[in-house]
């Protein structure tokens, strides 16, 4: 008999444990989602910013390869076979694409923020000018 109230009051203590354990983890994972909005930008994307979104590459002079960026939705940027040059963040202001990049050079790091025109975007192509260059970039 006595055996028998231990092996309940056993099964007793794990169902409350489990009950317990699915009720704070529900309240934890619903805190992470909150958290995760509070600290992550949340937000609807222009239709220009939409139509930059992917990857654009561009040839590198004197090469047979390529270098570019990928914007990606959330406002970071990527970097594409561009050595030590890092693409952090982009945006758009009326018809101009900003890049936050980052340069890593004999050990130092320095930001810049290179601002484009957008002088066309294409579905397979994008035009970036700066003064009187004109940038054309792929996409992949």
């Known amino acids: 008999m006595l055996q028998t109230a231990i092996k309940l009051s056993s099964f ?4 409350l444990l489990s009950l317990l354990f699915i009720l704070l983890w529900d309240k934890y994972h619903i805190e992470d989602i909150n958290t995760y909005k509070m600290t992550h930008e949340v937000k609807q994307l222009s239709s220009k910013e939409k139509e930059l979104l992917g990857s654009w590459v561009e ?4 090469k047979s390869d390529y270098q570019g960026f990928t914007l990606c939705a ?20 009326g018809n101009k694409l900003t890049l936050e990049v980052e340069t890593y050079d004999k050990g130092l790091t ?31």
């Open 12 to 15: 007793t203590i794990v169902v």
């Open 110 to 140: 320095s930001e810049d923020i290179e601002t484009y025109i957008i002088a066309e975007v294409l579905d397979d192509a994008l035009l970036l000018k700066i003064g009187e260059s004109i940038y054309t970039y792929k996409r992949v």
């Open 59 to 62: 040839p590198i002079s004197g």
């Open 74 to 93: 959330d406002g970071t940027a990527k970097s594409i076979n561009t050595g030590e040059l890092f693409y952090k963040k982009w945006k758009i202001q």
